[in-house]
């Protein structure tokens, strides 16, 4: 590792730079079932009707197994991933049909070093070495137990059935295991069938057989302890959910879809749902300490929400809203002077920037409509807006125009003295531009890119001067939203925020 990398990864180098950003839901967000929305899907092929039910996947997501339970199967399918964790760039590699116990499996697991294989069903569990690590075509037969399980402990000392919990007094040795104790979940679940577990044993999800539209919450307040469980809450996904897995980013179930096509559903999680108050959320905002933030999108309104610890959307509570219909009925952004005392909205219908002035600082409910100004000369459908934070230079980004379009003010955040500059393009990154951002001191832009589901980076040489940027790079935020359109960074870039219509949530990424 170089030293400019060593001092990245410490914390110097970092902020801004897209390269170290991670997606980072604040406290247990990602195990919030509730949070949970489908981003993406994967036809299984092989056989008509494949009755998926065991999930598993490679701990650096390259690899993904499923289990195909029907009586032309009834094996093990293994699947490469070119990008890690996408289920949608998953292709077939190939099968391992279990020829000893076990005529129906129903779950597979793996060590973390992929050197061992658990293959269960039948009310059985059997054991397999693989000479090759992750390769099932190098399986061979060890020993079974007669019992049935569905999650193994990443030690291997301790093994879990959807009613059950294990021990092994031998790592990874099924012979040495032995019945800790059950727990009943029937209250809930009538006939449960696959569990999970977070990594820490603080929470367990349950899947159902007979409710199989559903997915169950669990807090467990002695880890992995299962006679400490508490249900938290269910969902219902509308899917015959079968096997199920969680890697703290993202969740993925296995769905029996019907009579000709079955499928693996990955999800979003750990987002703060704005659902109940934007059906189709464009834009996002926050207050410069944090402790407020902003959204809009087609309901026409400008929603506010109080932040009880700033930047984290854990802690966020809606407050109130202000409709903007009688200047546009399509707003497509939001943005505010850095006191609070001028809010900004891009009118996606009108091809305009519409100017209010705020009586009370931050407090939309204090708002009164000001003036407006065209851009129509330059874009007709505009989706970003963002203001240099002297309120000289105003830039607009649109998917029409496929470019970031910058304005000068004569006078300051008055938008009536904006006349526009020049333009940048955007069309060899993305053709459907929604949003943007600039940091503080104007050498860095990004956008926020529809068509790839992307965030991206640019340099400018000339602070301001869009003229002046050239790409750097893009990190890809399909795994939580597939449809970009809101984005904002915390000052110090520590943090950033996406938002978009298809799972109308923020989701909060850090970089590290």
């Known amino acids: ?196 577990f977070k990594s820490d044993g603080t929470k367990m999800l349950l899947t159902d057989a007979t409710s199989s539209e559903n997915i169950f919450e669990y807090d467990l307040t002695t880890p992995w302890d299962t006679s400490t469980l508490s249900y938290v809450q269910s969902k219902t996904l509308g899917l015959a959910i079968r096997g199920i897995y969680h890697n703290d980013e993202s969740l993925y179930l296995s769905e029996a879809g019907g009579s000709t096509q079955d499928f693996i559903k990955q999800f979003s999680v750990g987002g703060f749902d704005i659902s109940a108050q934007e059906g189709t959320v464009n834009g996002l905002f926050f207050k410069p300490d944090g402790l407020k933030m902003y959204t809009v999108g087609q309901s026409t309104e400008v929603v506010e929400y109080d932040l009880s610890a700033a930047w984290d959307l854990s802690t966020a509570s809606y407050l109130q809203e202000f409709d903007v219909i009688g200047q546009d009925p399509s707003p497509t952004d939001v943005f ?38 065209s851009i129509s000369s330059q874009d007709s459908g505009p989706s970003g807006l963002f203001f240099k934070p002297d309120g000289t230079k105003m830039y607009i980004v649109g998917a029409q125009g496929n470019d970031v379009n910058e304005y000068d003010l004569s006078t300051a955040w008055l938008v009536t003295t904006a006349t526009y500059n020049q333009n940048f393009s955007l069309a060899s990154q993305d053709t459907s531009p929604r949003n943007l951002f600039f940091r503080s001191d104007g050498l860095k832009m990004y956008v926020a890119g529809e068509l790839n589901d992307s965030i991206y980076e640019y340099d400018l040489s000339t602070a301001w001067d869009v003229s002046s940027a050239s790409f750097l790079q893009s990190f890809d935020v399909a795994f939580q939203e597939n449809q970009p359109r809101g984005l904002f960074f915390k000052p110090d870039g520590r943090n950033m925020y996406v938002t978009g219509p298809n799972t109308d949530a923020i989701y909060q990424y850090s970089f590290r």
Do not use: C, H
């Not at 093994?159 to 990874?172: Q, T």
């Not at 305009?352 to 705020?358: C, I």
């Not at 409910?365 to 100004?373: D, E």
């Open 1 to 196: 590792m170089s030293i400019f990398r060593l001092a990245a990864a410490s914390g110097n180098y970092a902020a801004w730079d897209l390269s170290y950003a991670k997606y980072n839901p604040p406290g247990d967000s990602a195990w919030d079932i509730s949070t949970a929305n489908e981003v993406k899907s994967y036809t299984l092929p092989g056989v008509s009707n494949p009755n998926p039910f065991g999930l598993f996947f490679k701990p650096d997501g390259t690899k993904m197994y499923v289990v195909y339970s029907v009586n032309t199967a009834d094996d093990i399918r293994e699947f490469d991933l070119t990008t890690p964790w996408d289920v949608e760039t998953a292709s077939y590699v190939q099968n391992f049909v279990p020829s000893q116990n076990i005529s129906s499996p129903t779950y597979v697991m793996f060590k973390p070093d992929g050197t061992k294989m658990y293959v269960s069903g039948n009310g059985d569990l059997e054991e397999y070495n693989l000479s090759t690590p992750w390769d099932i075509s190098t399986a061979t037969y060890v020993q079974f137990e007669n019992i049935i399980a569905s999650y193994f402990r990443e030690d291997g000392l301790k093994l879990y059935s959807a009613g059950a919990e294990y021990d092994l007094s031998v790592a990874w040795d099924i012979s040495t295991v032995s019945l800790l104790q059950t727990f009943d979940v029937s209250a809930q679940i009538s006939n449960p069938i696959a569990a999970f």
């Open 336 to 373: 505010f002077k850095p006191d609070g005392l001028k809010m900004y909205v891009l009118a996606g219908s009108g091809d305009e920037v519409l100017e209010y002035g705020l009586s009370t600082p931050w407090d939309i409910s204090t708002a009164t409509y000001l003036r407006l100004v």
